[in-house]
């Protein structure tokens, strides 16, 4: 059964920075394309990152501010986010791209002063 189990969200003032990671749990990982997807409170879920065997892609809003990368040895997926703004406040989630399969829980990254 695939799994994504994301960490790493928290508070944080804008200016601020964070990593988050995602564990994948249930999937051939190395095998597959992954990419991180947000979702804002009253808005749909959107791309964020993406990153395959090597050439990654980001959204505009990503752009020079994230960075996605991947450690397939140990089936992880991370975004470090530098910069961050109070209209990144949202719920982080990984999962394969272009293809979702089952979300996981995500992880809250709230940025407030």
């Known amino acids: 059964q695939v799994q994504f189990v994301e960490s790493g969200g928290g508070l944080v003032q804008p200016g601020g920075s964070l990593r988050l990671s995602c564990a994948a749990h249930?999937?051939?990982?190395?095998?597959?394309?992954m990419a991180w997807y947000r979702q804002a409170p009253g808005h749909q879920r959107e791309f964020v990152a993406r990153?395959?065997?090597?050439?990654?892609a980001y959204a505009d809003f990503a752009e020079g501010r994230f960075t996605i990368s991947r450690d397939d040895d140990n089936m992880i997926l991370y975004l470090e986010m530098h910069n961050l703004k109070p209209e990144d406040t949202a719920v982080y989630y990984c999962?394969?791209?272009?293809?979702?399969?089952?979300w996981g829980q995500g992880t809250q990254v709230t940025v407030s002063s």
């Open positions: 999962n394969t791209e272009p293809n979702p399969r089952t």
């Open positions: 249930g999937i051939a990982f190395g095998m597959f394309a």
């Open positions: 990153v395959g065997a090597v050439a990654k």
